[in-house]
């Protein structure tokens, strides 16, 4: 036989979705009939998610990119003599020189797509378990002080940070402190988590052990929405293999370090990625939120001393401790340091994943990366920060993408993920669908939230068919201050976001006037 050629070919969800599965099989049969040796890695995605199934021949030139790629044009592919890079009207040349690859910043998604997610080799070969390999010679203390020097603030939402919460553990006593993963991911058009679980698992499990090393925390959990199969599987299989070689268990790579950890399969409830209640619902019990104080920092899972933190805010844990605080530092504006994985979704041509610095804007992410709408008409409106972020007019797509100046403009930056509208959207029925989700999602603990969405979604529903609009929407911005001061948690606290940026930036879809009052923004 003939010396294999290497294919790369993803098995991240967003490539399975559109028929991976089905042109990996092809692509072996047409080689096998040709008489071909090829030889296919199930890679993670690139992120270039418009162009999955994306396939890509390693030539002596570096990586090529295909795509995307349909069973239907794997012959044509053959005869073009694709596994020497031959040309081809799916050919997109290096893969890397991608503009929209090559424009990127990737430090925690530097080898999502890059490597075998399963292979530690292909890990180690890659930077991987350096972080945690520093992280055993140092102190706890020394560790929590890296990663608030570093500036790293939690990706799942809040954006509080990461080592102001670990230092709480770390300087709370007790027998025992858990390490859990919050990888609920349940925000509309956001699948960071996700890529990173599937494509690096690795990087996930390493930043959990330095976590629990920084704390004094041996045990940890990943709490996976079980909407994520593949992402599950991978993990078990990955968890397995860093356990076999040593960087997990009792005895960390030889030191008298233990950490081990699990997947838990989550229980299919927005409210369940809300820290305090995704650990009620840890526990076995329906998810609903806890009142706080007690911190989970200090009171969390069964009672103990708790680090909650997002899959990306881990999972970027290692690159701190291998390249030093202030090399990540480096990166980003203000208090936002570092990057972000961007999440382009919604109607939009260029759909996927940019990893960047903060500062660039919205305008940056929409045209430059995702190529302006996918239906071809105007955008209109972009919803960042998953449901309970606000609708952003163009007005506002200049405003750099930093924490503090989204809160500015009564928006939040969240998890990163932009959900883009065309011309035709109606914001009025945008702004019933958000009380609508919350009103559906609602844990019901508070009665802001549980009876106050209910309403809300009656009282927009009255402001669309014209029932005494004035009255509804003096009812509706009061029922906003109370559900805003008076929820337990963001879910009810925030569900005002979506709704007041729809009415006071797109006054027209409500049948209202366009004012100087109706634009002003929430506070
Ligand atoms: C309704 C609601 C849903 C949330 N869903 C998620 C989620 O799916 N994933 C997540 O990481 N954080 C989610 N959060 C934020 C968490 O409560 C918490 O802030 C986060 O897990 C802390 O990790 P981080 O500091 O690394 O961001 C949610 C918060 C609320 C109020
Ligand atoms: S705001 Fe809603 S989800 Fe949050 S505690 Fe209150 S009822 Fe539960």
Redesign the pocket.
């Known amino acids: 036989m003939n010396h294999a050629i290497r294919l790369y070919i993803p098995r991240d969800t967003a490539a399975v979705a559109v028929g991976a599965e089905d042109v990996v099989n092809a692509i072996e049969q047409e080689a096998q009939r040709r008489e071909l040796n090829v030889d296919i890695v199930r890679n993670g995605s690139r992120g270039l998610l418009w162009l999955e199934t994306l396939v890509e021949v390693q030539t002596p030139s570096g990586r090529v990119a295909y795509g995307p790629v349909d069973v239907t044009d794997v012959v044509s592919l053959f005869e073009a003599d694709w596994l020497h890079g031959g040309p081809h009207p799916l050919f997109h040349g290096l893969t890397e020189e991608i503009p929209y690859l090559k424009n990127q910043e990737r430090l925690t998604f530097a080898r999502v797509g890059v490597t075998d997610p399963l292979s530690i080799f292909e890990y180690q070969a890659h930077g991987g378990f350096q972080g945690l390999e520093k992280a055993l010679s140092m102190t706890p203390a020394a560790i929590v002080d890296e990663v608030v020097e570093s500036g790293l603030r939690g990706r799942g939402g809040a954006a509080f940070p990461t080592g102001i919460k670990w230092k709480t553990v770390l300087v709370t006593d007790a027998d025992q402190k858990y390490i859990v993963c919050n990888a609920d991911e349940g925000d509309s058009g956001t699948f960071s988590d996700r890529m990173l679980m599937e494509g690096d698992p690795y990087a996930l499990i390493e930043g959990m052990a330095i976590a629990g090393l920084a704390t004094q925390a041996t045990y940890g959990y990943i709490y996976v929405r079980s909407e994520y199969p593949l992402a599950i599987s991978t993990l078990e299989d990955a968890i397995a293999h860093a356990r076999a070689a040593g960087w997990l268990g009792r005895n960390i790579r030889g030191s008298d370090h233990a950490f081990d950890l699990e997947v838990r399969q989550g229980a299919g409830a927005y409210?369940c990625g809300?820290e305090t209640?995704l650990l009620e619902s840890l526990e076995g019990k329906r998810g609903?939120?806890r009142a706080k104080p007690p911190l989970p920092a200090i009171r969390g899972l069964f009672g103990k001393p708790t680090v909650i933190n997002n899959v990306i805010s881990l999972a970027t844990v290692p690159i701190i401790l291998a390249r030093g605080a202030g090399f990540y530092r480096d990166y980003g504006m203000g208090r936002s340091r570092g990057t972000l994985p961007f999440q382009l979704a919604g109607n939009i041509k260029h759909g996927g994943l940019v990893e960047k610095a903060f500062g660039l804007s919205l305008r940056d992410l929409l045209y430059g990366f995702g190529g302006g709408s996918a239906s071809g008409r105007p955008l209109r409106a972009v919803q960042v920060g998953g449901p309970l972020g606000a609708y952003l007019p163009e007005s506002q797509w200049d405003v750099p993408l930093d924490y503090e100046a989204y809160i500015g403009i009564s928006a939040m930056v969240g998890h990163g993920g932009l959900v883009a509208f065309d011309e035709t959207v109606d914001m009025s029925e945008m702004a019933e669908y958000a009380m609508a989700f919350?009103a559906i999602?609602?844990?019901?603990?508070?009665?802001?939230?549980?009876i106050g969405?209910v309403r809300g979604t009656e009282v927009i529903n009255k402001i669309r068919h014209n029932e005494q609009r004035e009255e509804h929407v003096y009812l509706l911005r009061d029922l906003c201050d109370t559900?805003l001061a008076g929820?337990?948690?963001?879910?009810?606290?925030m569900t005002p976001y979506p709704v007041l940026s729809a009415l006071n930036h797109f006054p027209e879809d409500f049948g209202l006037p366009r004012t100087s009052t109706t634009t002003e923004v929430v506070d």
């Open positions: 409210i809300e209640s609903l939120v919350c999602e609602s844990c019901g603990k508070c009665t802001p939230c549980r969405a559900m929820s337990l948690c963001a879910l009810g606290g």
